[in-house]
């Protein structure tokens, strides 16, 4: 299983950024996929997650209301928007495939992209 992750990079506090993980050699449209990120010093932490299956999702509270996950199954990808992003969001941001996406979180094997940086400026 191949993953990899797009779209992070530097923006102001308040601002949004889009993610984007694309999976390959899966059955896109029945596997679960999440985002977790790792700041500096701090361990990994899952951020949310999508059932492709069903359209099951998970969300962290640190980031309920800010976030969206979704998928576009024909494109075989996977996009976590984020508004009103904080100094706190700062972080790389994995994507990871598995095989179920429940309310509290994303579970099973685990296949991992390279990550990519969101930085938030104060």
């Known amino acids: 299983v191949q993953v990899a992750e797009s779209g992070g990079g530097l923006v102001q506090a308040g601002g949004s950024l889009r993610l984007s993980c694309t999976a390959s050699e899966v059955t896109f449209d029945d596997t679960a996929i999440g985002w977790f990120r790792q700041a500096p010093g701090k361990e990994r932490e899952g951020v949310s997650c999508i059932s492709t299956r069903d359209g099951n999702t998970y969300y962290d509270d640190s980031v309920k209301g800010r976030f969206t996950i979704s998928s576009d199954n024909a494109k075989n990808t996977v996009y976590l928007q984020m508004n009103g992003l904080k100094p706190e969001d700062t972080a790389v941001y994995y994507c990871?495939?598995?095989?179920?996406?429940?309310?509290?979180?994303?579970?099973?094997?685990?296949?991992w992209g390279k990550g990519t940086p969101v930085t938030v400026s104060s």
């Open positions: 990871a495939v598995a095989e179920v996406c429940m309310v509290t979180g994303l579970y099973g094997n685990r296949y």
